[in-house]
Every structure is written in structure tokens, then in C-alpha cells.
């Protein structure tokens, strides 16, 4: 990686963050007369721990990477938007990504005038790193990839995404929103080989939780200082960082579920390929298939009016004639699989 002081926006490196009053959480204190709290109504008059210390304590030691390492954000959106604007120069940088994937990335570069680079992918969703390094000049600071990818399901090839991490002088993101249900293992562990890497991760998909909105950014602690500075002072509020710790404290739960989900995935793969109005069901790496079907927007609508919501992604890149269907309990997909079999 190029220094990160080359790859920061100047104004980002050289401000200071806001120094809010609890930022020296002193856990011995009693009296606490330095934010302008109400003294009533504990324990919500207190302002939050800024650094979720305690939740990120718990989080290192479940995936086995260092405090520091963390930053928690109000769900993955926020990281990826922070990484934007710590990065990228409005107007001036450039971010480049695969087509199809997650849409926030590109929202979030339009939302701060950064020009957003698509690679498409091959036509069964395959990366070819090269062709995104052909995408690379001066002014990309930022490379977003997700594996497995959303909405295509699959896994992206563990030896382009190392050519891309190895090749690349600036960030590489690579948003594993759904490896807790993948095959492939996390790039977690290559985290500290590689310092221009930054890994998404997210307590809205496996763990069950996307109503607490918190996201998970790892990456060298240089990285996640960054974005400390810039984000809000309180961006994870105290319900989420209480109720969250309870979460991770029960893992068991969370390996109950996901064991249940990767069971009906088995199931619904069979399935929806005997279903006659799909055309192909894709493999996957995730709690969702991408299907093929005859009229897209016609079987969407159909599923609608039996009060079952699928994803579009007709319009997409690739994904002509597709839908996106997640993995429910057995209930559920057994409702989608009669409404999808039933000719009215
Ligand atoms: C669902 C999803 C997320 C999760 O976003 P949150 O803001 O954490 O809820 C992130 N990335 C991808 C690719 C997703 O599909």
C-alpha cells in the first residue's frame, strides 16, 4: 500500500476529532458532572461509550483479531460511507467495484460526488482481477469487493482477490456480509499480512439483527483511527451495544439458527429446481438464491399479490429474468414454493 498518509484526504489527516466529554470513560468515577446529563433517569441520561469497548472486547475475542483492529458503526452503511469520505476527494476520486453487487457501495460514492467504477462480472459471476486493475489510475482509492457477492450468492475466487489486494496501492473493502454462511473461510486472518485491506462484516445477516443496525470494519489499527476521527462522537447507541453484547455472549443461538438456515438452503435448492417456471436456481454461498425464471417482473408480481416479497433484480446487471429469494424458516418456504407452483 502506498503511505496512508498519500491515500487519506488532506483535510481528514491533518483535522483533529471532536473531543467529546466522555472520551476518557472512567469506569473507577462516581460523579459524573462533565456532559450536561440529566442526573435522572439512568441509565439512559448517560451518553454511550463512544468506543464500544466492551463490545469490541467481546468481538475481538470471538473472531480473533485485535481491539484496535475494530470500529462498529450503525450497520455496514456506515463504514462504507465513512471510507468514502475519509478517502476520496469529491470530485476529484474515483472508487471501483464489480457490477453486479450490493448497491450501497455506489450510493455512497454518488451521495459524496465520487465517480463510481463498474467491472462486470463474467456471466456466471466470476471475478477477474485483472480486468479491475485495468480500471485503476491515479485517482482510485478505493476498490469494493463482496464475496459472497450480493445478489448473485456466490463465493469470488480467493486467488483474484488476493491478486487485487496485492496489486492494488489503495484500500481494498471487502464486504463479508454473509461469510458466516459461505464454504470459503473469512480473509479475516490475512488481515495483518495485508495493510491495505479492510474486511465488512455485519450483525444484520447471520447473527439476526439487522433492527440493532451494527456493522463491523477490521482493519489495521492506522485504518480504523481514521475513521474514529470523522464519525459521530456517539454513532452506536446504548441499546444496541447492550442488547449486541447479549447476542455475542450467545453464540450457540446464533450456530442453532444459522445451522436451520443452511439446512432449508439444502432443501430449497432442490426445491425451487423442480420448480417448472424456474429456469435455473444458482449456486450459493449465502441465505439467498439468485433464480432464473421466465418473466420476471410477472412471477414478482404474482408472488406479491399472495403476500409474498421476493427481491427483483430484472433490471440488473447480469440478473435479467432474476429473483432474488432469501432462505426463511420452513414455513415461509414452503409459502414461496406453493405460490411459485401454483399457476394462478
Ligand atoms: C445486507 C448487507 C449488508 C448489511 O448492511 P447493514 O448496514 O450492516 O445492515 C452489507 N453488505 C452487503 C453486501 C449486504 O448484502
Redesign the pocket.
Known amino acids: 500500500m502506498m503511505n496512508l498518509k498519500d491515500l487519506v484526504r488532506p483535510n481528514v489527516w491533518e483535522m483533529k476529532p471532536y473531543s467529546s466529554a466522555r472520551d476518557e470513560f472512567h469506569r473507577s468515577a462516581s460523579v459524573f458532572l462533565d456532559a450536561n446529563e440529566n442526573p435522572y433517569n439512568e441509565p439512559y441520561n448517560r451518553y454511550p461509550d463512544p468506543l464500544q469497548w466492551e463490545l469490541k472486547d467481546r468481538i475481538a475475542e470471538l473472531k480473533d483479531v485485535d481491539r484496535r483492529s475494530i470500529f462498529l458503526g450503525n450497520?455496514?452503511?456506515?463504514p462504507i460511507d465513512l471510507l468514502i469520505r475519509a478517502f476520496c476527494d469529491p470530485a476529484v476520486d474515483c472508487i471501483v467495484s464489480i457490477a453486479p453487487?450490493?448497491g450501497?457501495y455506489e450510493v455512497a460514492a454518488n451521495v459524496n460526488d465520487v465517480e463510481f467504477r463498474k467491472v462486470t462480472l463474467s456471466k456466471d459471476f466470476a471475478l477477474n482481477a485483472d480486468k479491475v486493475l485495468d480500471e485503476v489510475d491515479e485517482w482510485v482509492k478505493i476498490i469494493f469487493l463482496?464475496s459472497p457477492n450480493?445478489p448473485t450468492g456466490n463465493s469470488l475466487d480467493r486467488n483474484e482477490i488476493y491478486k487485487i489486494i496485492e496489486n492494488f496501492e489503495g484500500l481494498v473493502v471487502l464486504?463479508e456480509?454473509?461469510i458466516d454462511f459461505s464454504s470459503e473461510p473469512s480473509f479475516l486472518p490475512e488481515l495483518a499480512k495485508f495493510s491495505n485491506l479492510v474486511i465488512?462484516q455485519?450483525?444484520?445477516?447471520a447473527w439476526g439483527a439487522?433492527g440493532l443496525?451494527?456493522?463491523m470494519a477490521f482493519a489495521s489499527p492506522e485504518i480504523i483511527g481514521i475513521l474514529n476521527k470523522i464519525k459521530y462522537p456517539y454513532n452506536v447507541n446504548m441499546l444496541t451495544q447492550q442488547h449486541a453484547l447479549e447476542m455475542l455472549n450467545n453464540e450457540t443461538e446464533m450456530l442453532k439458527q444459522l445451522r436451520s438456515i443452511l439446512s432449508e438452503r439444502i432443501r430449497m435448492q432442490e426445491a425451487l429446481e423442480a420448480v417448472p417456471i424456474i429456469h435455473k436456481v444458482y449456486p450459493t454461498d449465502a441465505n439467498f438464491f439468485l433464480v432464473e425464471v421466465s418473466k420476471a417482473d410477472i412471477v414478482y408480481n404474482r408472488l406479491v399479490r399472495k403476500g409474498v416479497i421476493v427481491r427483483n433484480r430484472n433490471n440488473v446487471t447480469l440478473c435479467q429474468g432474476c429473483l432474488r429469494i432469501t432462505v426463511g424458516t420452513p414455513e415461509e418456504n414452503d409459502a414461496l414454493l406453493e405460490a411459485l407452483n401454483s399457476n394462478s
Open positions: 450497520g455496514s452503511d456506515e453487487t450490493y450501497m463482496c450480493n464486504d456480509a454473509y465488512l455485519t450483525m444484520s445477516k439487522a443496525r451494527l456493522g
